[in-house]
């Protein structure tokens, strides 16, 4: 173990240059005076190559049962920490519900059922439901991949899930036959008026089928002939439009990110390799109600009840009663969500953005409000009567993009306080694993601390057009640990402002930043 040192900024910095470290890039002499002890040299070693010279490197690590202070270097200055902020926003669900708690999606009758026929409208209520029992294993946990859909267009090599994402509407479906009902005379409704929420420009709201996102598989040919594209979950009007050929192994090959031409039409083009495995692509829908109207009409009629209703219409509540009077309308159906502590599971293994500013929307509603901006300053009244000084972070939203600041210092505050939870380990489960799933998957797999890293990962990158190179705006990795000595840490990193020739060197920071984790892990 690495002891505790007290010593000059002289000192400091001759120990530091002595490591192979320079000021310029690790952090001021200042800062590392700081510090109560040094990084390790394995570490040192990774935070001082040359694509990270000219950013900025902030650690922070905590011992959890002797409130021990082992690093700190520049934990006081604020960063941006790109997707560990949801560590704030899951969190704040968190404390708020506990672990076991699940919302249930009603289905409500407005008028009565005579012989079979409902004479008045179907009405679904969105509650919030991540999943809705499109992601559920045998065993009642969630299901995810360790690149999921939702990061499919800009991140090769996402993969589904083999669950049908139309589960939930299916199963209630089924229940609104069980009713008794087996005609619809009036409308089918969604009700999304639980909130309102937008995030980078894609909507946020209570009702979520497949993640509000519909999946383009493209299955390449034989050379020269036209890819399959298959897509999921299949529900009317949407259909592909697809111009990719098959080109022979070896050639330059690209698919286009899909894109709604209008009336249901998903066009996509380019080419793909005839050696390639099956690629993915995903739409992100702009009208989620409307979409699942259709489908849970669908499901409807494939569980034997017949719906008058155009089943292709624009989703609409303007006829629809007051919430709080539909909510005390005869539930003909419901489906209870997973437990908060897996859909956190979900939102926190492959970083779901829109999962994460939907626990914001719901704390908003917890309030009594319906607009979801309200949700952040609600998260930081949870936080800070949990004990958190909630000047360490400045957040904008619960999902980590662009604006977002915290130190290092506050990001290991927060898992201090998960982890003095009875459900703490419960919570640590919730996180990516260092060489196992998630994120963080492929991240030092067979090292020695493989398996004992729990953390969150974080990544914001833009482009340098001025010398044609990616800029890694952000590069964080936040969460806790058991040391090779046995000890239980808290800890957070942050690499600020590295620079790559291109995708592969974001994949390269990921690989670094958990290797300087890993490097902690074993000193310690």
């Known amino acids: 173990m690495i002891r505790r040192l007290r010593r000059t900024t002289a ?53 959890l049962d002797t409130g021990e202070l082992l690093v700190d270097l520049d934990g006081s200055r604020m960063a941006e920490p790109g997707s560990f902020a949801k560590t704030y926003s899951t969190g704040a669900a968190w404390l708020t519900w506990g672990p076991d708690h699940t919302v249930t999606t009603p289905v409500k009758r407005v008028g009565e059922v005579v012989d079979g026929v409902l004479q008045g409208d179907l009405v679904l209520v969105g509650k919030g439901d991540l999943t809705m029992g499109g992601r559920t294993k045998p065993d009642g946990t969630v299901d995810y991949t360790d690149l999921d859909h939702n990061d499919a267009n800009p991140l090769p090599g996402a993969t589904l899930t083999p669950q049908d994402p139309l589960t939930g509407l299916n199963d209630l479906a089924r229940q609104v036959r069980a009713s008794g009902i087996d005609t619809v005379g009036g409308n089918v409704v969604i009700d999304d008026r639980l909130f309102a929420g937008e995030l980078a420009g894609e909507p ?46 070896g050639e330059p090959a690209e698919v286009t990110n899909p894109q709604s031409t209008g009336g249901g039409e998903i066009a996509i083009s380019g080419t793909i390799s005839a ?108 936080w800070k009567e949990a004990g958190l000084d909630t000047t360490g972070a400045s957040l904008i939203d619960g999902s980590g993009l662009d604006g977002n600041y915290v130190t290092t210092g506050n990001a290991v505050q927060v898992q201090t306080i998960m982890a003095d939870r009875p459900d703490a380990g419960r919570w640590r489960d ?57 000890r239980d840490v808290a800890f957070a990193i942050i690499l600020n402002q ?27």
């Open 204 to 249: 946020i709201t209570p009702i979520i089928v497949n993640q509000n996102i519909l999946d383009l598989q493209i299955t390449p040919g034989a050379v020269g002939e036209a890819a399959t594209v298959e897509l999921t979950p299949a529900v009317e009007p949407w259909r592909v439009v697809s111009d990719i050929r098959t080109v022979a192994a």
């Open 498 to 524: 590295g620079f790559a020739a291109g995708i592969e060197g974001v994949f390269k920071a990921n690989d670094d930043v958990g290797a300087v984790a890993a490097a902690i892990q074993q000193a310690y």
């Open 275 to 382: 050696d390639s495995d099956p690629q993915l692509k995903v739409l992100v829908l702009d009208d989620p109600a409307t979409f699942a109207r259709t489908a849970f009409i669908e499901a409807l009629e494939r569980a034997g009840v017949a719906v008058a209703a155009d089943p292709t219409a624009v989703n609409s509540t303007a006829t629809l009663a007051p919430q709080a009077d539909i909510d005390t309308l005869p539930s003909v159906a419901g489906l209870e969500s997973l437990p908060l502590a897996q859909e956190a599971t979900y939102v926190m293994k492959i970083s779901y953005n829109r999962g994460a500013q939907t626990f914001v929307c719901l704390l908003a509603v917890e309030t009594g409000k319906d607009d979801c901006s309200t949700g952040m300053s609600e998260a930081g009244r949870i």
């Open 430 to 486: 919730t996180l990516p694993i260092l060489g196992v799933d998630g994120s963080l998957s492929t991240v030092q797999v067979g090292s020695p601390a493989a398996g004992k890293v729990f953390a969150k990962t974080g990544t914001l990158v833009g482009g340098d057009l001025f010398n044609g190179r990616a800029r890694l705006g952000t590069k964080t990795l936040g969460g806790v640990m058991v040391t090779g000595s046995g």
């Open 11 to 63: 000192a400091a910095a001759a120990l530091l240059l002595a490591a192979g470290a320079t000021s310029c890039t690790v952090a001021p002499a200042a800062d590392v005076e700081r510090a109560p002890s040094q990084l390790p040299d394995a570490a040192l070693e990774v935070m001082n190559q040359p694509e990270y010279a000219s950013g900025r490197w902030q650690i922070t690590a905590t011992d």
